[in-house]
T-cell receptor, first 111, second 118 residues
Framework: GNSVTQMEGPVTLSEEAFLTINCTYT??????LFWYVQYPGEGLQLLLKATKADDKGSNKGFEATYRKETTSFHLEKGSVQVSDSAVYFCALKGSNNDMRFGAGTRLTVKP | GAVVSQHPSWVICKSGTSVKIECRSL??????MFWYRQFPKQSLMLMAT?????????EQGVEKDKFLINHASLTLSTLTVTSAHPEDSSFYIC??????????????FGPGTRLTVL
């Protein structure tokens, strides 16, 4: 079945550092890929998405490129801020529309 | 953007009682709503998929008599945790799928409901 594997956390960075959170997937067909962010005590918010190979999703300085050849959708940001501290989930939606989530990566950004 | 609300945002109850959680799509109609459970520091686990006007489809290992789901309209689904016990304590998140408009077929998530069973 479809699945998502993402980098284990926690990740702790200093403000303005470069962020990469790795995400790889296994799926049949052509899934859509997502990154969601969860702030403490809140539900998930869509951060960015890509629906086909080579698409790049971007939002709030975050980017991720759908790489079919490596089945990856790594999340990057060039300069993180304290306000980026949250848990980040990689997810895919398969042809049957079911969502599958990675385990989540907790990011803490220190001033 | 599309907004999904949940009520209550948190609830504390005694063991053996039942708790109802509401999930509403505020500005769109959702033919399908999903219920997830999230344990501390873990990912979301899909519990069931709820289609308006029909019975919910439960994931393997989820007790349908324990977690009653009703999706009576295109904007409301409810999850009732019956005879709750401490092991049911968790963060419950719903999502709704928009079936028309600009974000067709995208899932929108509610803010979650934290259930604590004493």
């Amino acid at each position: 079945g479809n699945s998502v594997t993402q980098m284990e956390g926690p990740v702790t960075l200093s403000e303005e550092a470069f962020l990469t959170i790795n995400c790889t997937y296994t799926a049949t067909g052509y899934p859509s890929l997502f990154w969601y962010v969860q702030y403490p005590g809140e539900g998930l918010q869509l951060l960015l998405k890509a629906t086909k190979a080579d698409d790049k999703g971007s939002n709030k300085g975050f980017e991720a490129t759908y790489r079919k050849e490596t089945t990856s959708f790594h999340l990057e940001k060039g300069s993180v801020q304290v306000s980026d501290s949250a848990v980040y989930f990689c997810a895919l939606k398969g042809s049957n529309n079911d969502m599958r989530f990675g385990a989540g990566t907790r990011l803490t950004v220190k001033p | 953007g599309a907004v999904v609300s949940q009520h209550p945002s948190w609830v504390i109850c005694k063991s053996g009682t039942s708790v109802k959680i509401e999930c509403r799509s505020l500005d769109f109609q959702a033919t399908t709503m999903f219920w997830y459970r999230q344990f501390p520091k873990q990912s979301l686990m899909l519990m069931a998929t709820s289609n308006e006007g029909s019975k919910a489809t439960y994931e393997q290992g989820v007790e349908k008599d324990k977690f009653l789901i009703n999706h009576a309209s295109l904007t409301l689904s409810t999850l009732t945790v019956t005879s709750a016990h401490p092991e049911d304590s968790s963060f419950y998140i719903c999502s709704a799928r928009n079936y028309r408009g600009r974000n067709y077929n995208e899932q929108f998530f509610g803010p979650g409901t934290r259930l604590t069973v004493l």
